[in-house]
T-cell receptor, first 115, second 111 residues
Framework: NAGVMQNPRHLVRRRGQEARLRCSPM?????VYWYRQLPEEGLKFMVY????????ESGMPKERFSAEFPKEGPSILRIQQVVRGDSAAYFC?????????????FGPGTRLLVL | GNSVTQMEGPVTLSEEAFLTINCTYT??????LFWYVQYPGEGLQLLLKATKADDKGSNKGFEATYRKETTSFHLEKGSVQVSDSAVYFCALETSGSRLTFGEGTQLTVNP
């Protein structure tokens, strides 16, 4: 059973470009979470999605960031018009159920560098 | 709101030393508590968890006990190895499923 997959592992963008980060959850997992890790900091929650639905996006910046988890295919975190402050590691996690101490399984992350 | 406070690092130990990494939390309701470990360049791996008061989570020689009275979930290991060198994150989850993480504690174990 493959783990959570993320691609690309490393992404370099210039200011003003768009970044698309992909996450394929573990087989059988319908809950996906995105977290951001700024340099030398812990992980901060961004968004929680189920298939075709955004459940909680309270951690997402109001502008330039969006996320989706379509019926078919991976979850996508999209950052428009990137700025240097967006440079961070972005981690995706998935779980088969939600709440009650359910374990979230993390992918290897995408490390975004904005030049 | 929810928050997690971890012992400041970095922590440097010699092989076979005893390890404690302190973690305290503030939460509404009754959270589940987790320790995750992150090796260089990798994602987070679940180390152990506890879902109710007085539960003890354990894995690979690491232990942590959910102490409601002190709102703590300290991580301990009796004898660390070089391979335990990593960053350790304490986290909590309440209703809504999001994880709230501490800042992480860098552990380096020297041979």
């Amino acid at each position: 059973n493959a783990g959570v997959m993320q691609n690309p592992r490393h992404l370099v963008r210039r200011r003003g470009q768009e970044a698309r980060l992909r996450c394929s959850p573990m087989k059988g997992h319908s809950h996906v979470y995105w977290y951001r890790q700024l340099p030398e900091e812990g992980l901060k929650f961004m968004v929680y999605l189920q298939k075709e639905n955004i459940i909680d996006e309270s951690g997402m910046p109001k502008e330039r960031f969006s996320a989706e988890f379509p019926k078919e295919g991976p979850s996508i975190l999209r950052i428009q018009q990137v700025v240097r402050g967006d440079s961070a590691a972005y981690f995706c996690a998935s779980s088969p159920r939600t709440g009650g101490g359910e374990t979230q399984y993390f992918g290897p992350g995408t490390r975004l560098l904005v030049l | 709101g929810n928050s997690v406070t971890q012992m400041e690092g970095p922590v440097t130990l010699s092989e076979e030393a005893f390890l404690t990494i302190n973690c305290t939390y503030t939460a509404t309701g009754y959270p589940s508590l987790f320790w995750y470990v992150q090796y260089p360049g990798e994602g987070l791996q679940l180390l152990l968890k506890a879902t109710k008061a007085d539960d003890k989570g354990s894995n690979k020689g690491f232990e942590a006990t959910y102490r409601k009275e002190t709102t703590s979930f300290h991580l301990e290991k009796g004898s660390v190895q070089v391979s335990d060198s990593a960053v350790y994150f304490c986290a909590l989850e309440t209703s809504g499923s999001r994880l709230t993480f501490g800042e992480g504690t860098q552990l380096t174990v020297n041979p």
